[in-house]
T-cell receptor, first 109, second 114 residues
């Protein structure tokens, strides 16, 4: 059974810092890994999709990497802003999607 | 708006009542997922459909829960004889299909059982 773990559970940083969120998974047989953002009481917004054959994807200030053999992914956020405050979730897909518990990020002005 | 749509957004019900939620996926997305999320936790997988076929159900989906996708378009999730422990956010997502396709989520239905 696929287990997904996200570290840290919570993170608080001052505005402008670069930061890294971690995601690990136990079964490397995946099609893709997707990072999502969730604001309180809302649904999930897709940030980046990394296919199993890819090593990384970039969108604006976000960069996600994937090391499938070691079961790890990182989400790098450059020059963090207060608007980045949210919970960040990673999900791995084979036939269904399995999620970690998320990292709750607070960026202080 | 061509995103995933869920209805209702909020539902308050008394314990023991039945409730039904609806999800309209993005047009032409043939895969549809249901998840449950409680406060501070990641989404827990409930079930998914490929077109009208329900391909997998979690053990979390007890016999009080049933999901349908009758024509391979919208889906419904019904909870019978609701319990306080059913209080959660119920999320629906859709994607084009298997493999390397991006999944998109709706805004969720917040269920409160009193």
């Amino acid at each position: 059974k696929q287990e997904v773990t996200q570290i840290p559970a919570a993170l608080s940083v001052p505005e402008g810092e670069n930061l890294v969120l971690n995601c690990s998974f136990t079964d490397s047989a995946i099609y893709n890994l997707q990072w999502f953002r969730q604001d309180p009481g809302k649904g999930l917004t897709s940030l980046l999709l990394i296919q199993s054959s890819q090593r990384e994807q970039t969108s604006g200030r976000l960069n996600a990497s994937l090391d499938k053999s070691s079961g790890r992914s990182t989400l790098y956020i450059a020059a963090s802003q207060p608007g980045d405050s949210a919970t960040y979730l990673c999900a791995v897909s084979l036939n269904d999607m399995r999620f970690g518990a998320g990292t709750r990020l607070t960026v202080k002005p | 708006d061509t995103g995933v749509s869920q209805d209702p957004r909020h539902k308050i019900t008394k314990r023991g009542q039945n409730v039904t939620f609806r999800c309209d996926p993005i047009s032409e997305h043939n895969r549809l997922y249901w998840y449950r999320q409680t406060l501070g936790q990641g989404p827990e997988f409930l079930t998914y459909f490929q077109n009208e076929a329900q391909l997998e159900k979690s053990r979390l989906l007890s016999d009080r829960f049933s999901a349908e996708r009758p024509k391979g378009s919208f889906s419904t999730l019904e909870i019978q004889r609701t319990e306080q422990g059913d209080s959660a956010m119920y999320l629906c997502a859709s994607s084009l299909g298997v493999g390397n396709t991006e999944a998109f989520f709706g805004q969720g239905t917040r269920l409160t059982v009193v």
